[in-house]
């Protein structure tokens, strides 16, 4: 088979003014002191991937502009819409009160495999620290909770790699 | 909600004694000159959580035991089978040899989405370097050619992010 040239990939792809101006996805993401800027800068690729709504950054998590997030999120810092909150659980309160689902994408009690997980009307996905995960205080606030299946000896994914999983999941649930 | 704590986490988990003796998930992949050893370990990481049946590692893609792939992979680059292969071209052969499905994770010309492809019978998916991504001699050999939707204006996903994605899809598949 054959690739797609640099060309051809570039010919087929919206301008930087463009996407500013097309429909995001009803999805929203919260980062809840996710400690490596490698890790956040990851997440902004992918959020652009899935033109995700808004992305939220909250306590220890950093925010752009920042050159160790650009270095891994090679430009789509500067495209996503993102807002800081130094307390999560004040941006779980004002997500909520706009009437967003807020899901946390932990292993906890009565959570759901991410894949059969339900939603319409706009939902906030929440990820949390790269070793101890979403905060309690947090988790006391959340709607609902998913995980991803880890049938070997790892109990969880890189947090990067968990957010690819669940928002182009999210993605192919409304295409 | 609660969250479950470390302990409740670890009783659930199969023994490392009990994973090396698991029925692996019926499909491979191959790690074409990808150059980063965060990324590896990364990947082996969710080659554990997916029970994958065998990493091939091919090219620059470092091989374990080394400190920078344990960084990342967190015990998992000592639980998931891997072989290292100078050549990936040899290994697409000796996989297609052995009757498996080799299909290319890459924007190529006919790539269905990743999701939409459906598969049965031994399957391993191959992922490309972090810029160059997979090179021209394997696309010559591979059966097929999957991609991951980029609405914005990234052309890609981080690699360890991608196969994620791709890994997690393909879990779904058979479950």
Known sequence: MRKYSHEEIQESKPSVGNVSE???????????????????????????????????????TAAPPRKEISKTALGADELVPFEYFDDAVEAVKAL???GVRVVAVELAKGAAVYSDFKWDGPVCYVFGHEVEGISDEVMEEVD????VPMLGRANSLNVATCFGVVMLDALRKIS
Chains 1, 2 share one sequence.
């Open 22 to 60: 097309m429909d995001r996805s009803p999805f929203f993401a919260l980062l809840d002191n996710v400690r490596s800027m490698h890790n956040v800068g990851a997440i902004f690729r992918t959020s652009d991937a899935v033109l995700l709504k808004k992305l939220y950054l909250c306590g220890i």
């Open 96 to 98: 909520k009160a706009e």
């Open 144 to 147: 609902d909770a998913v995980y």
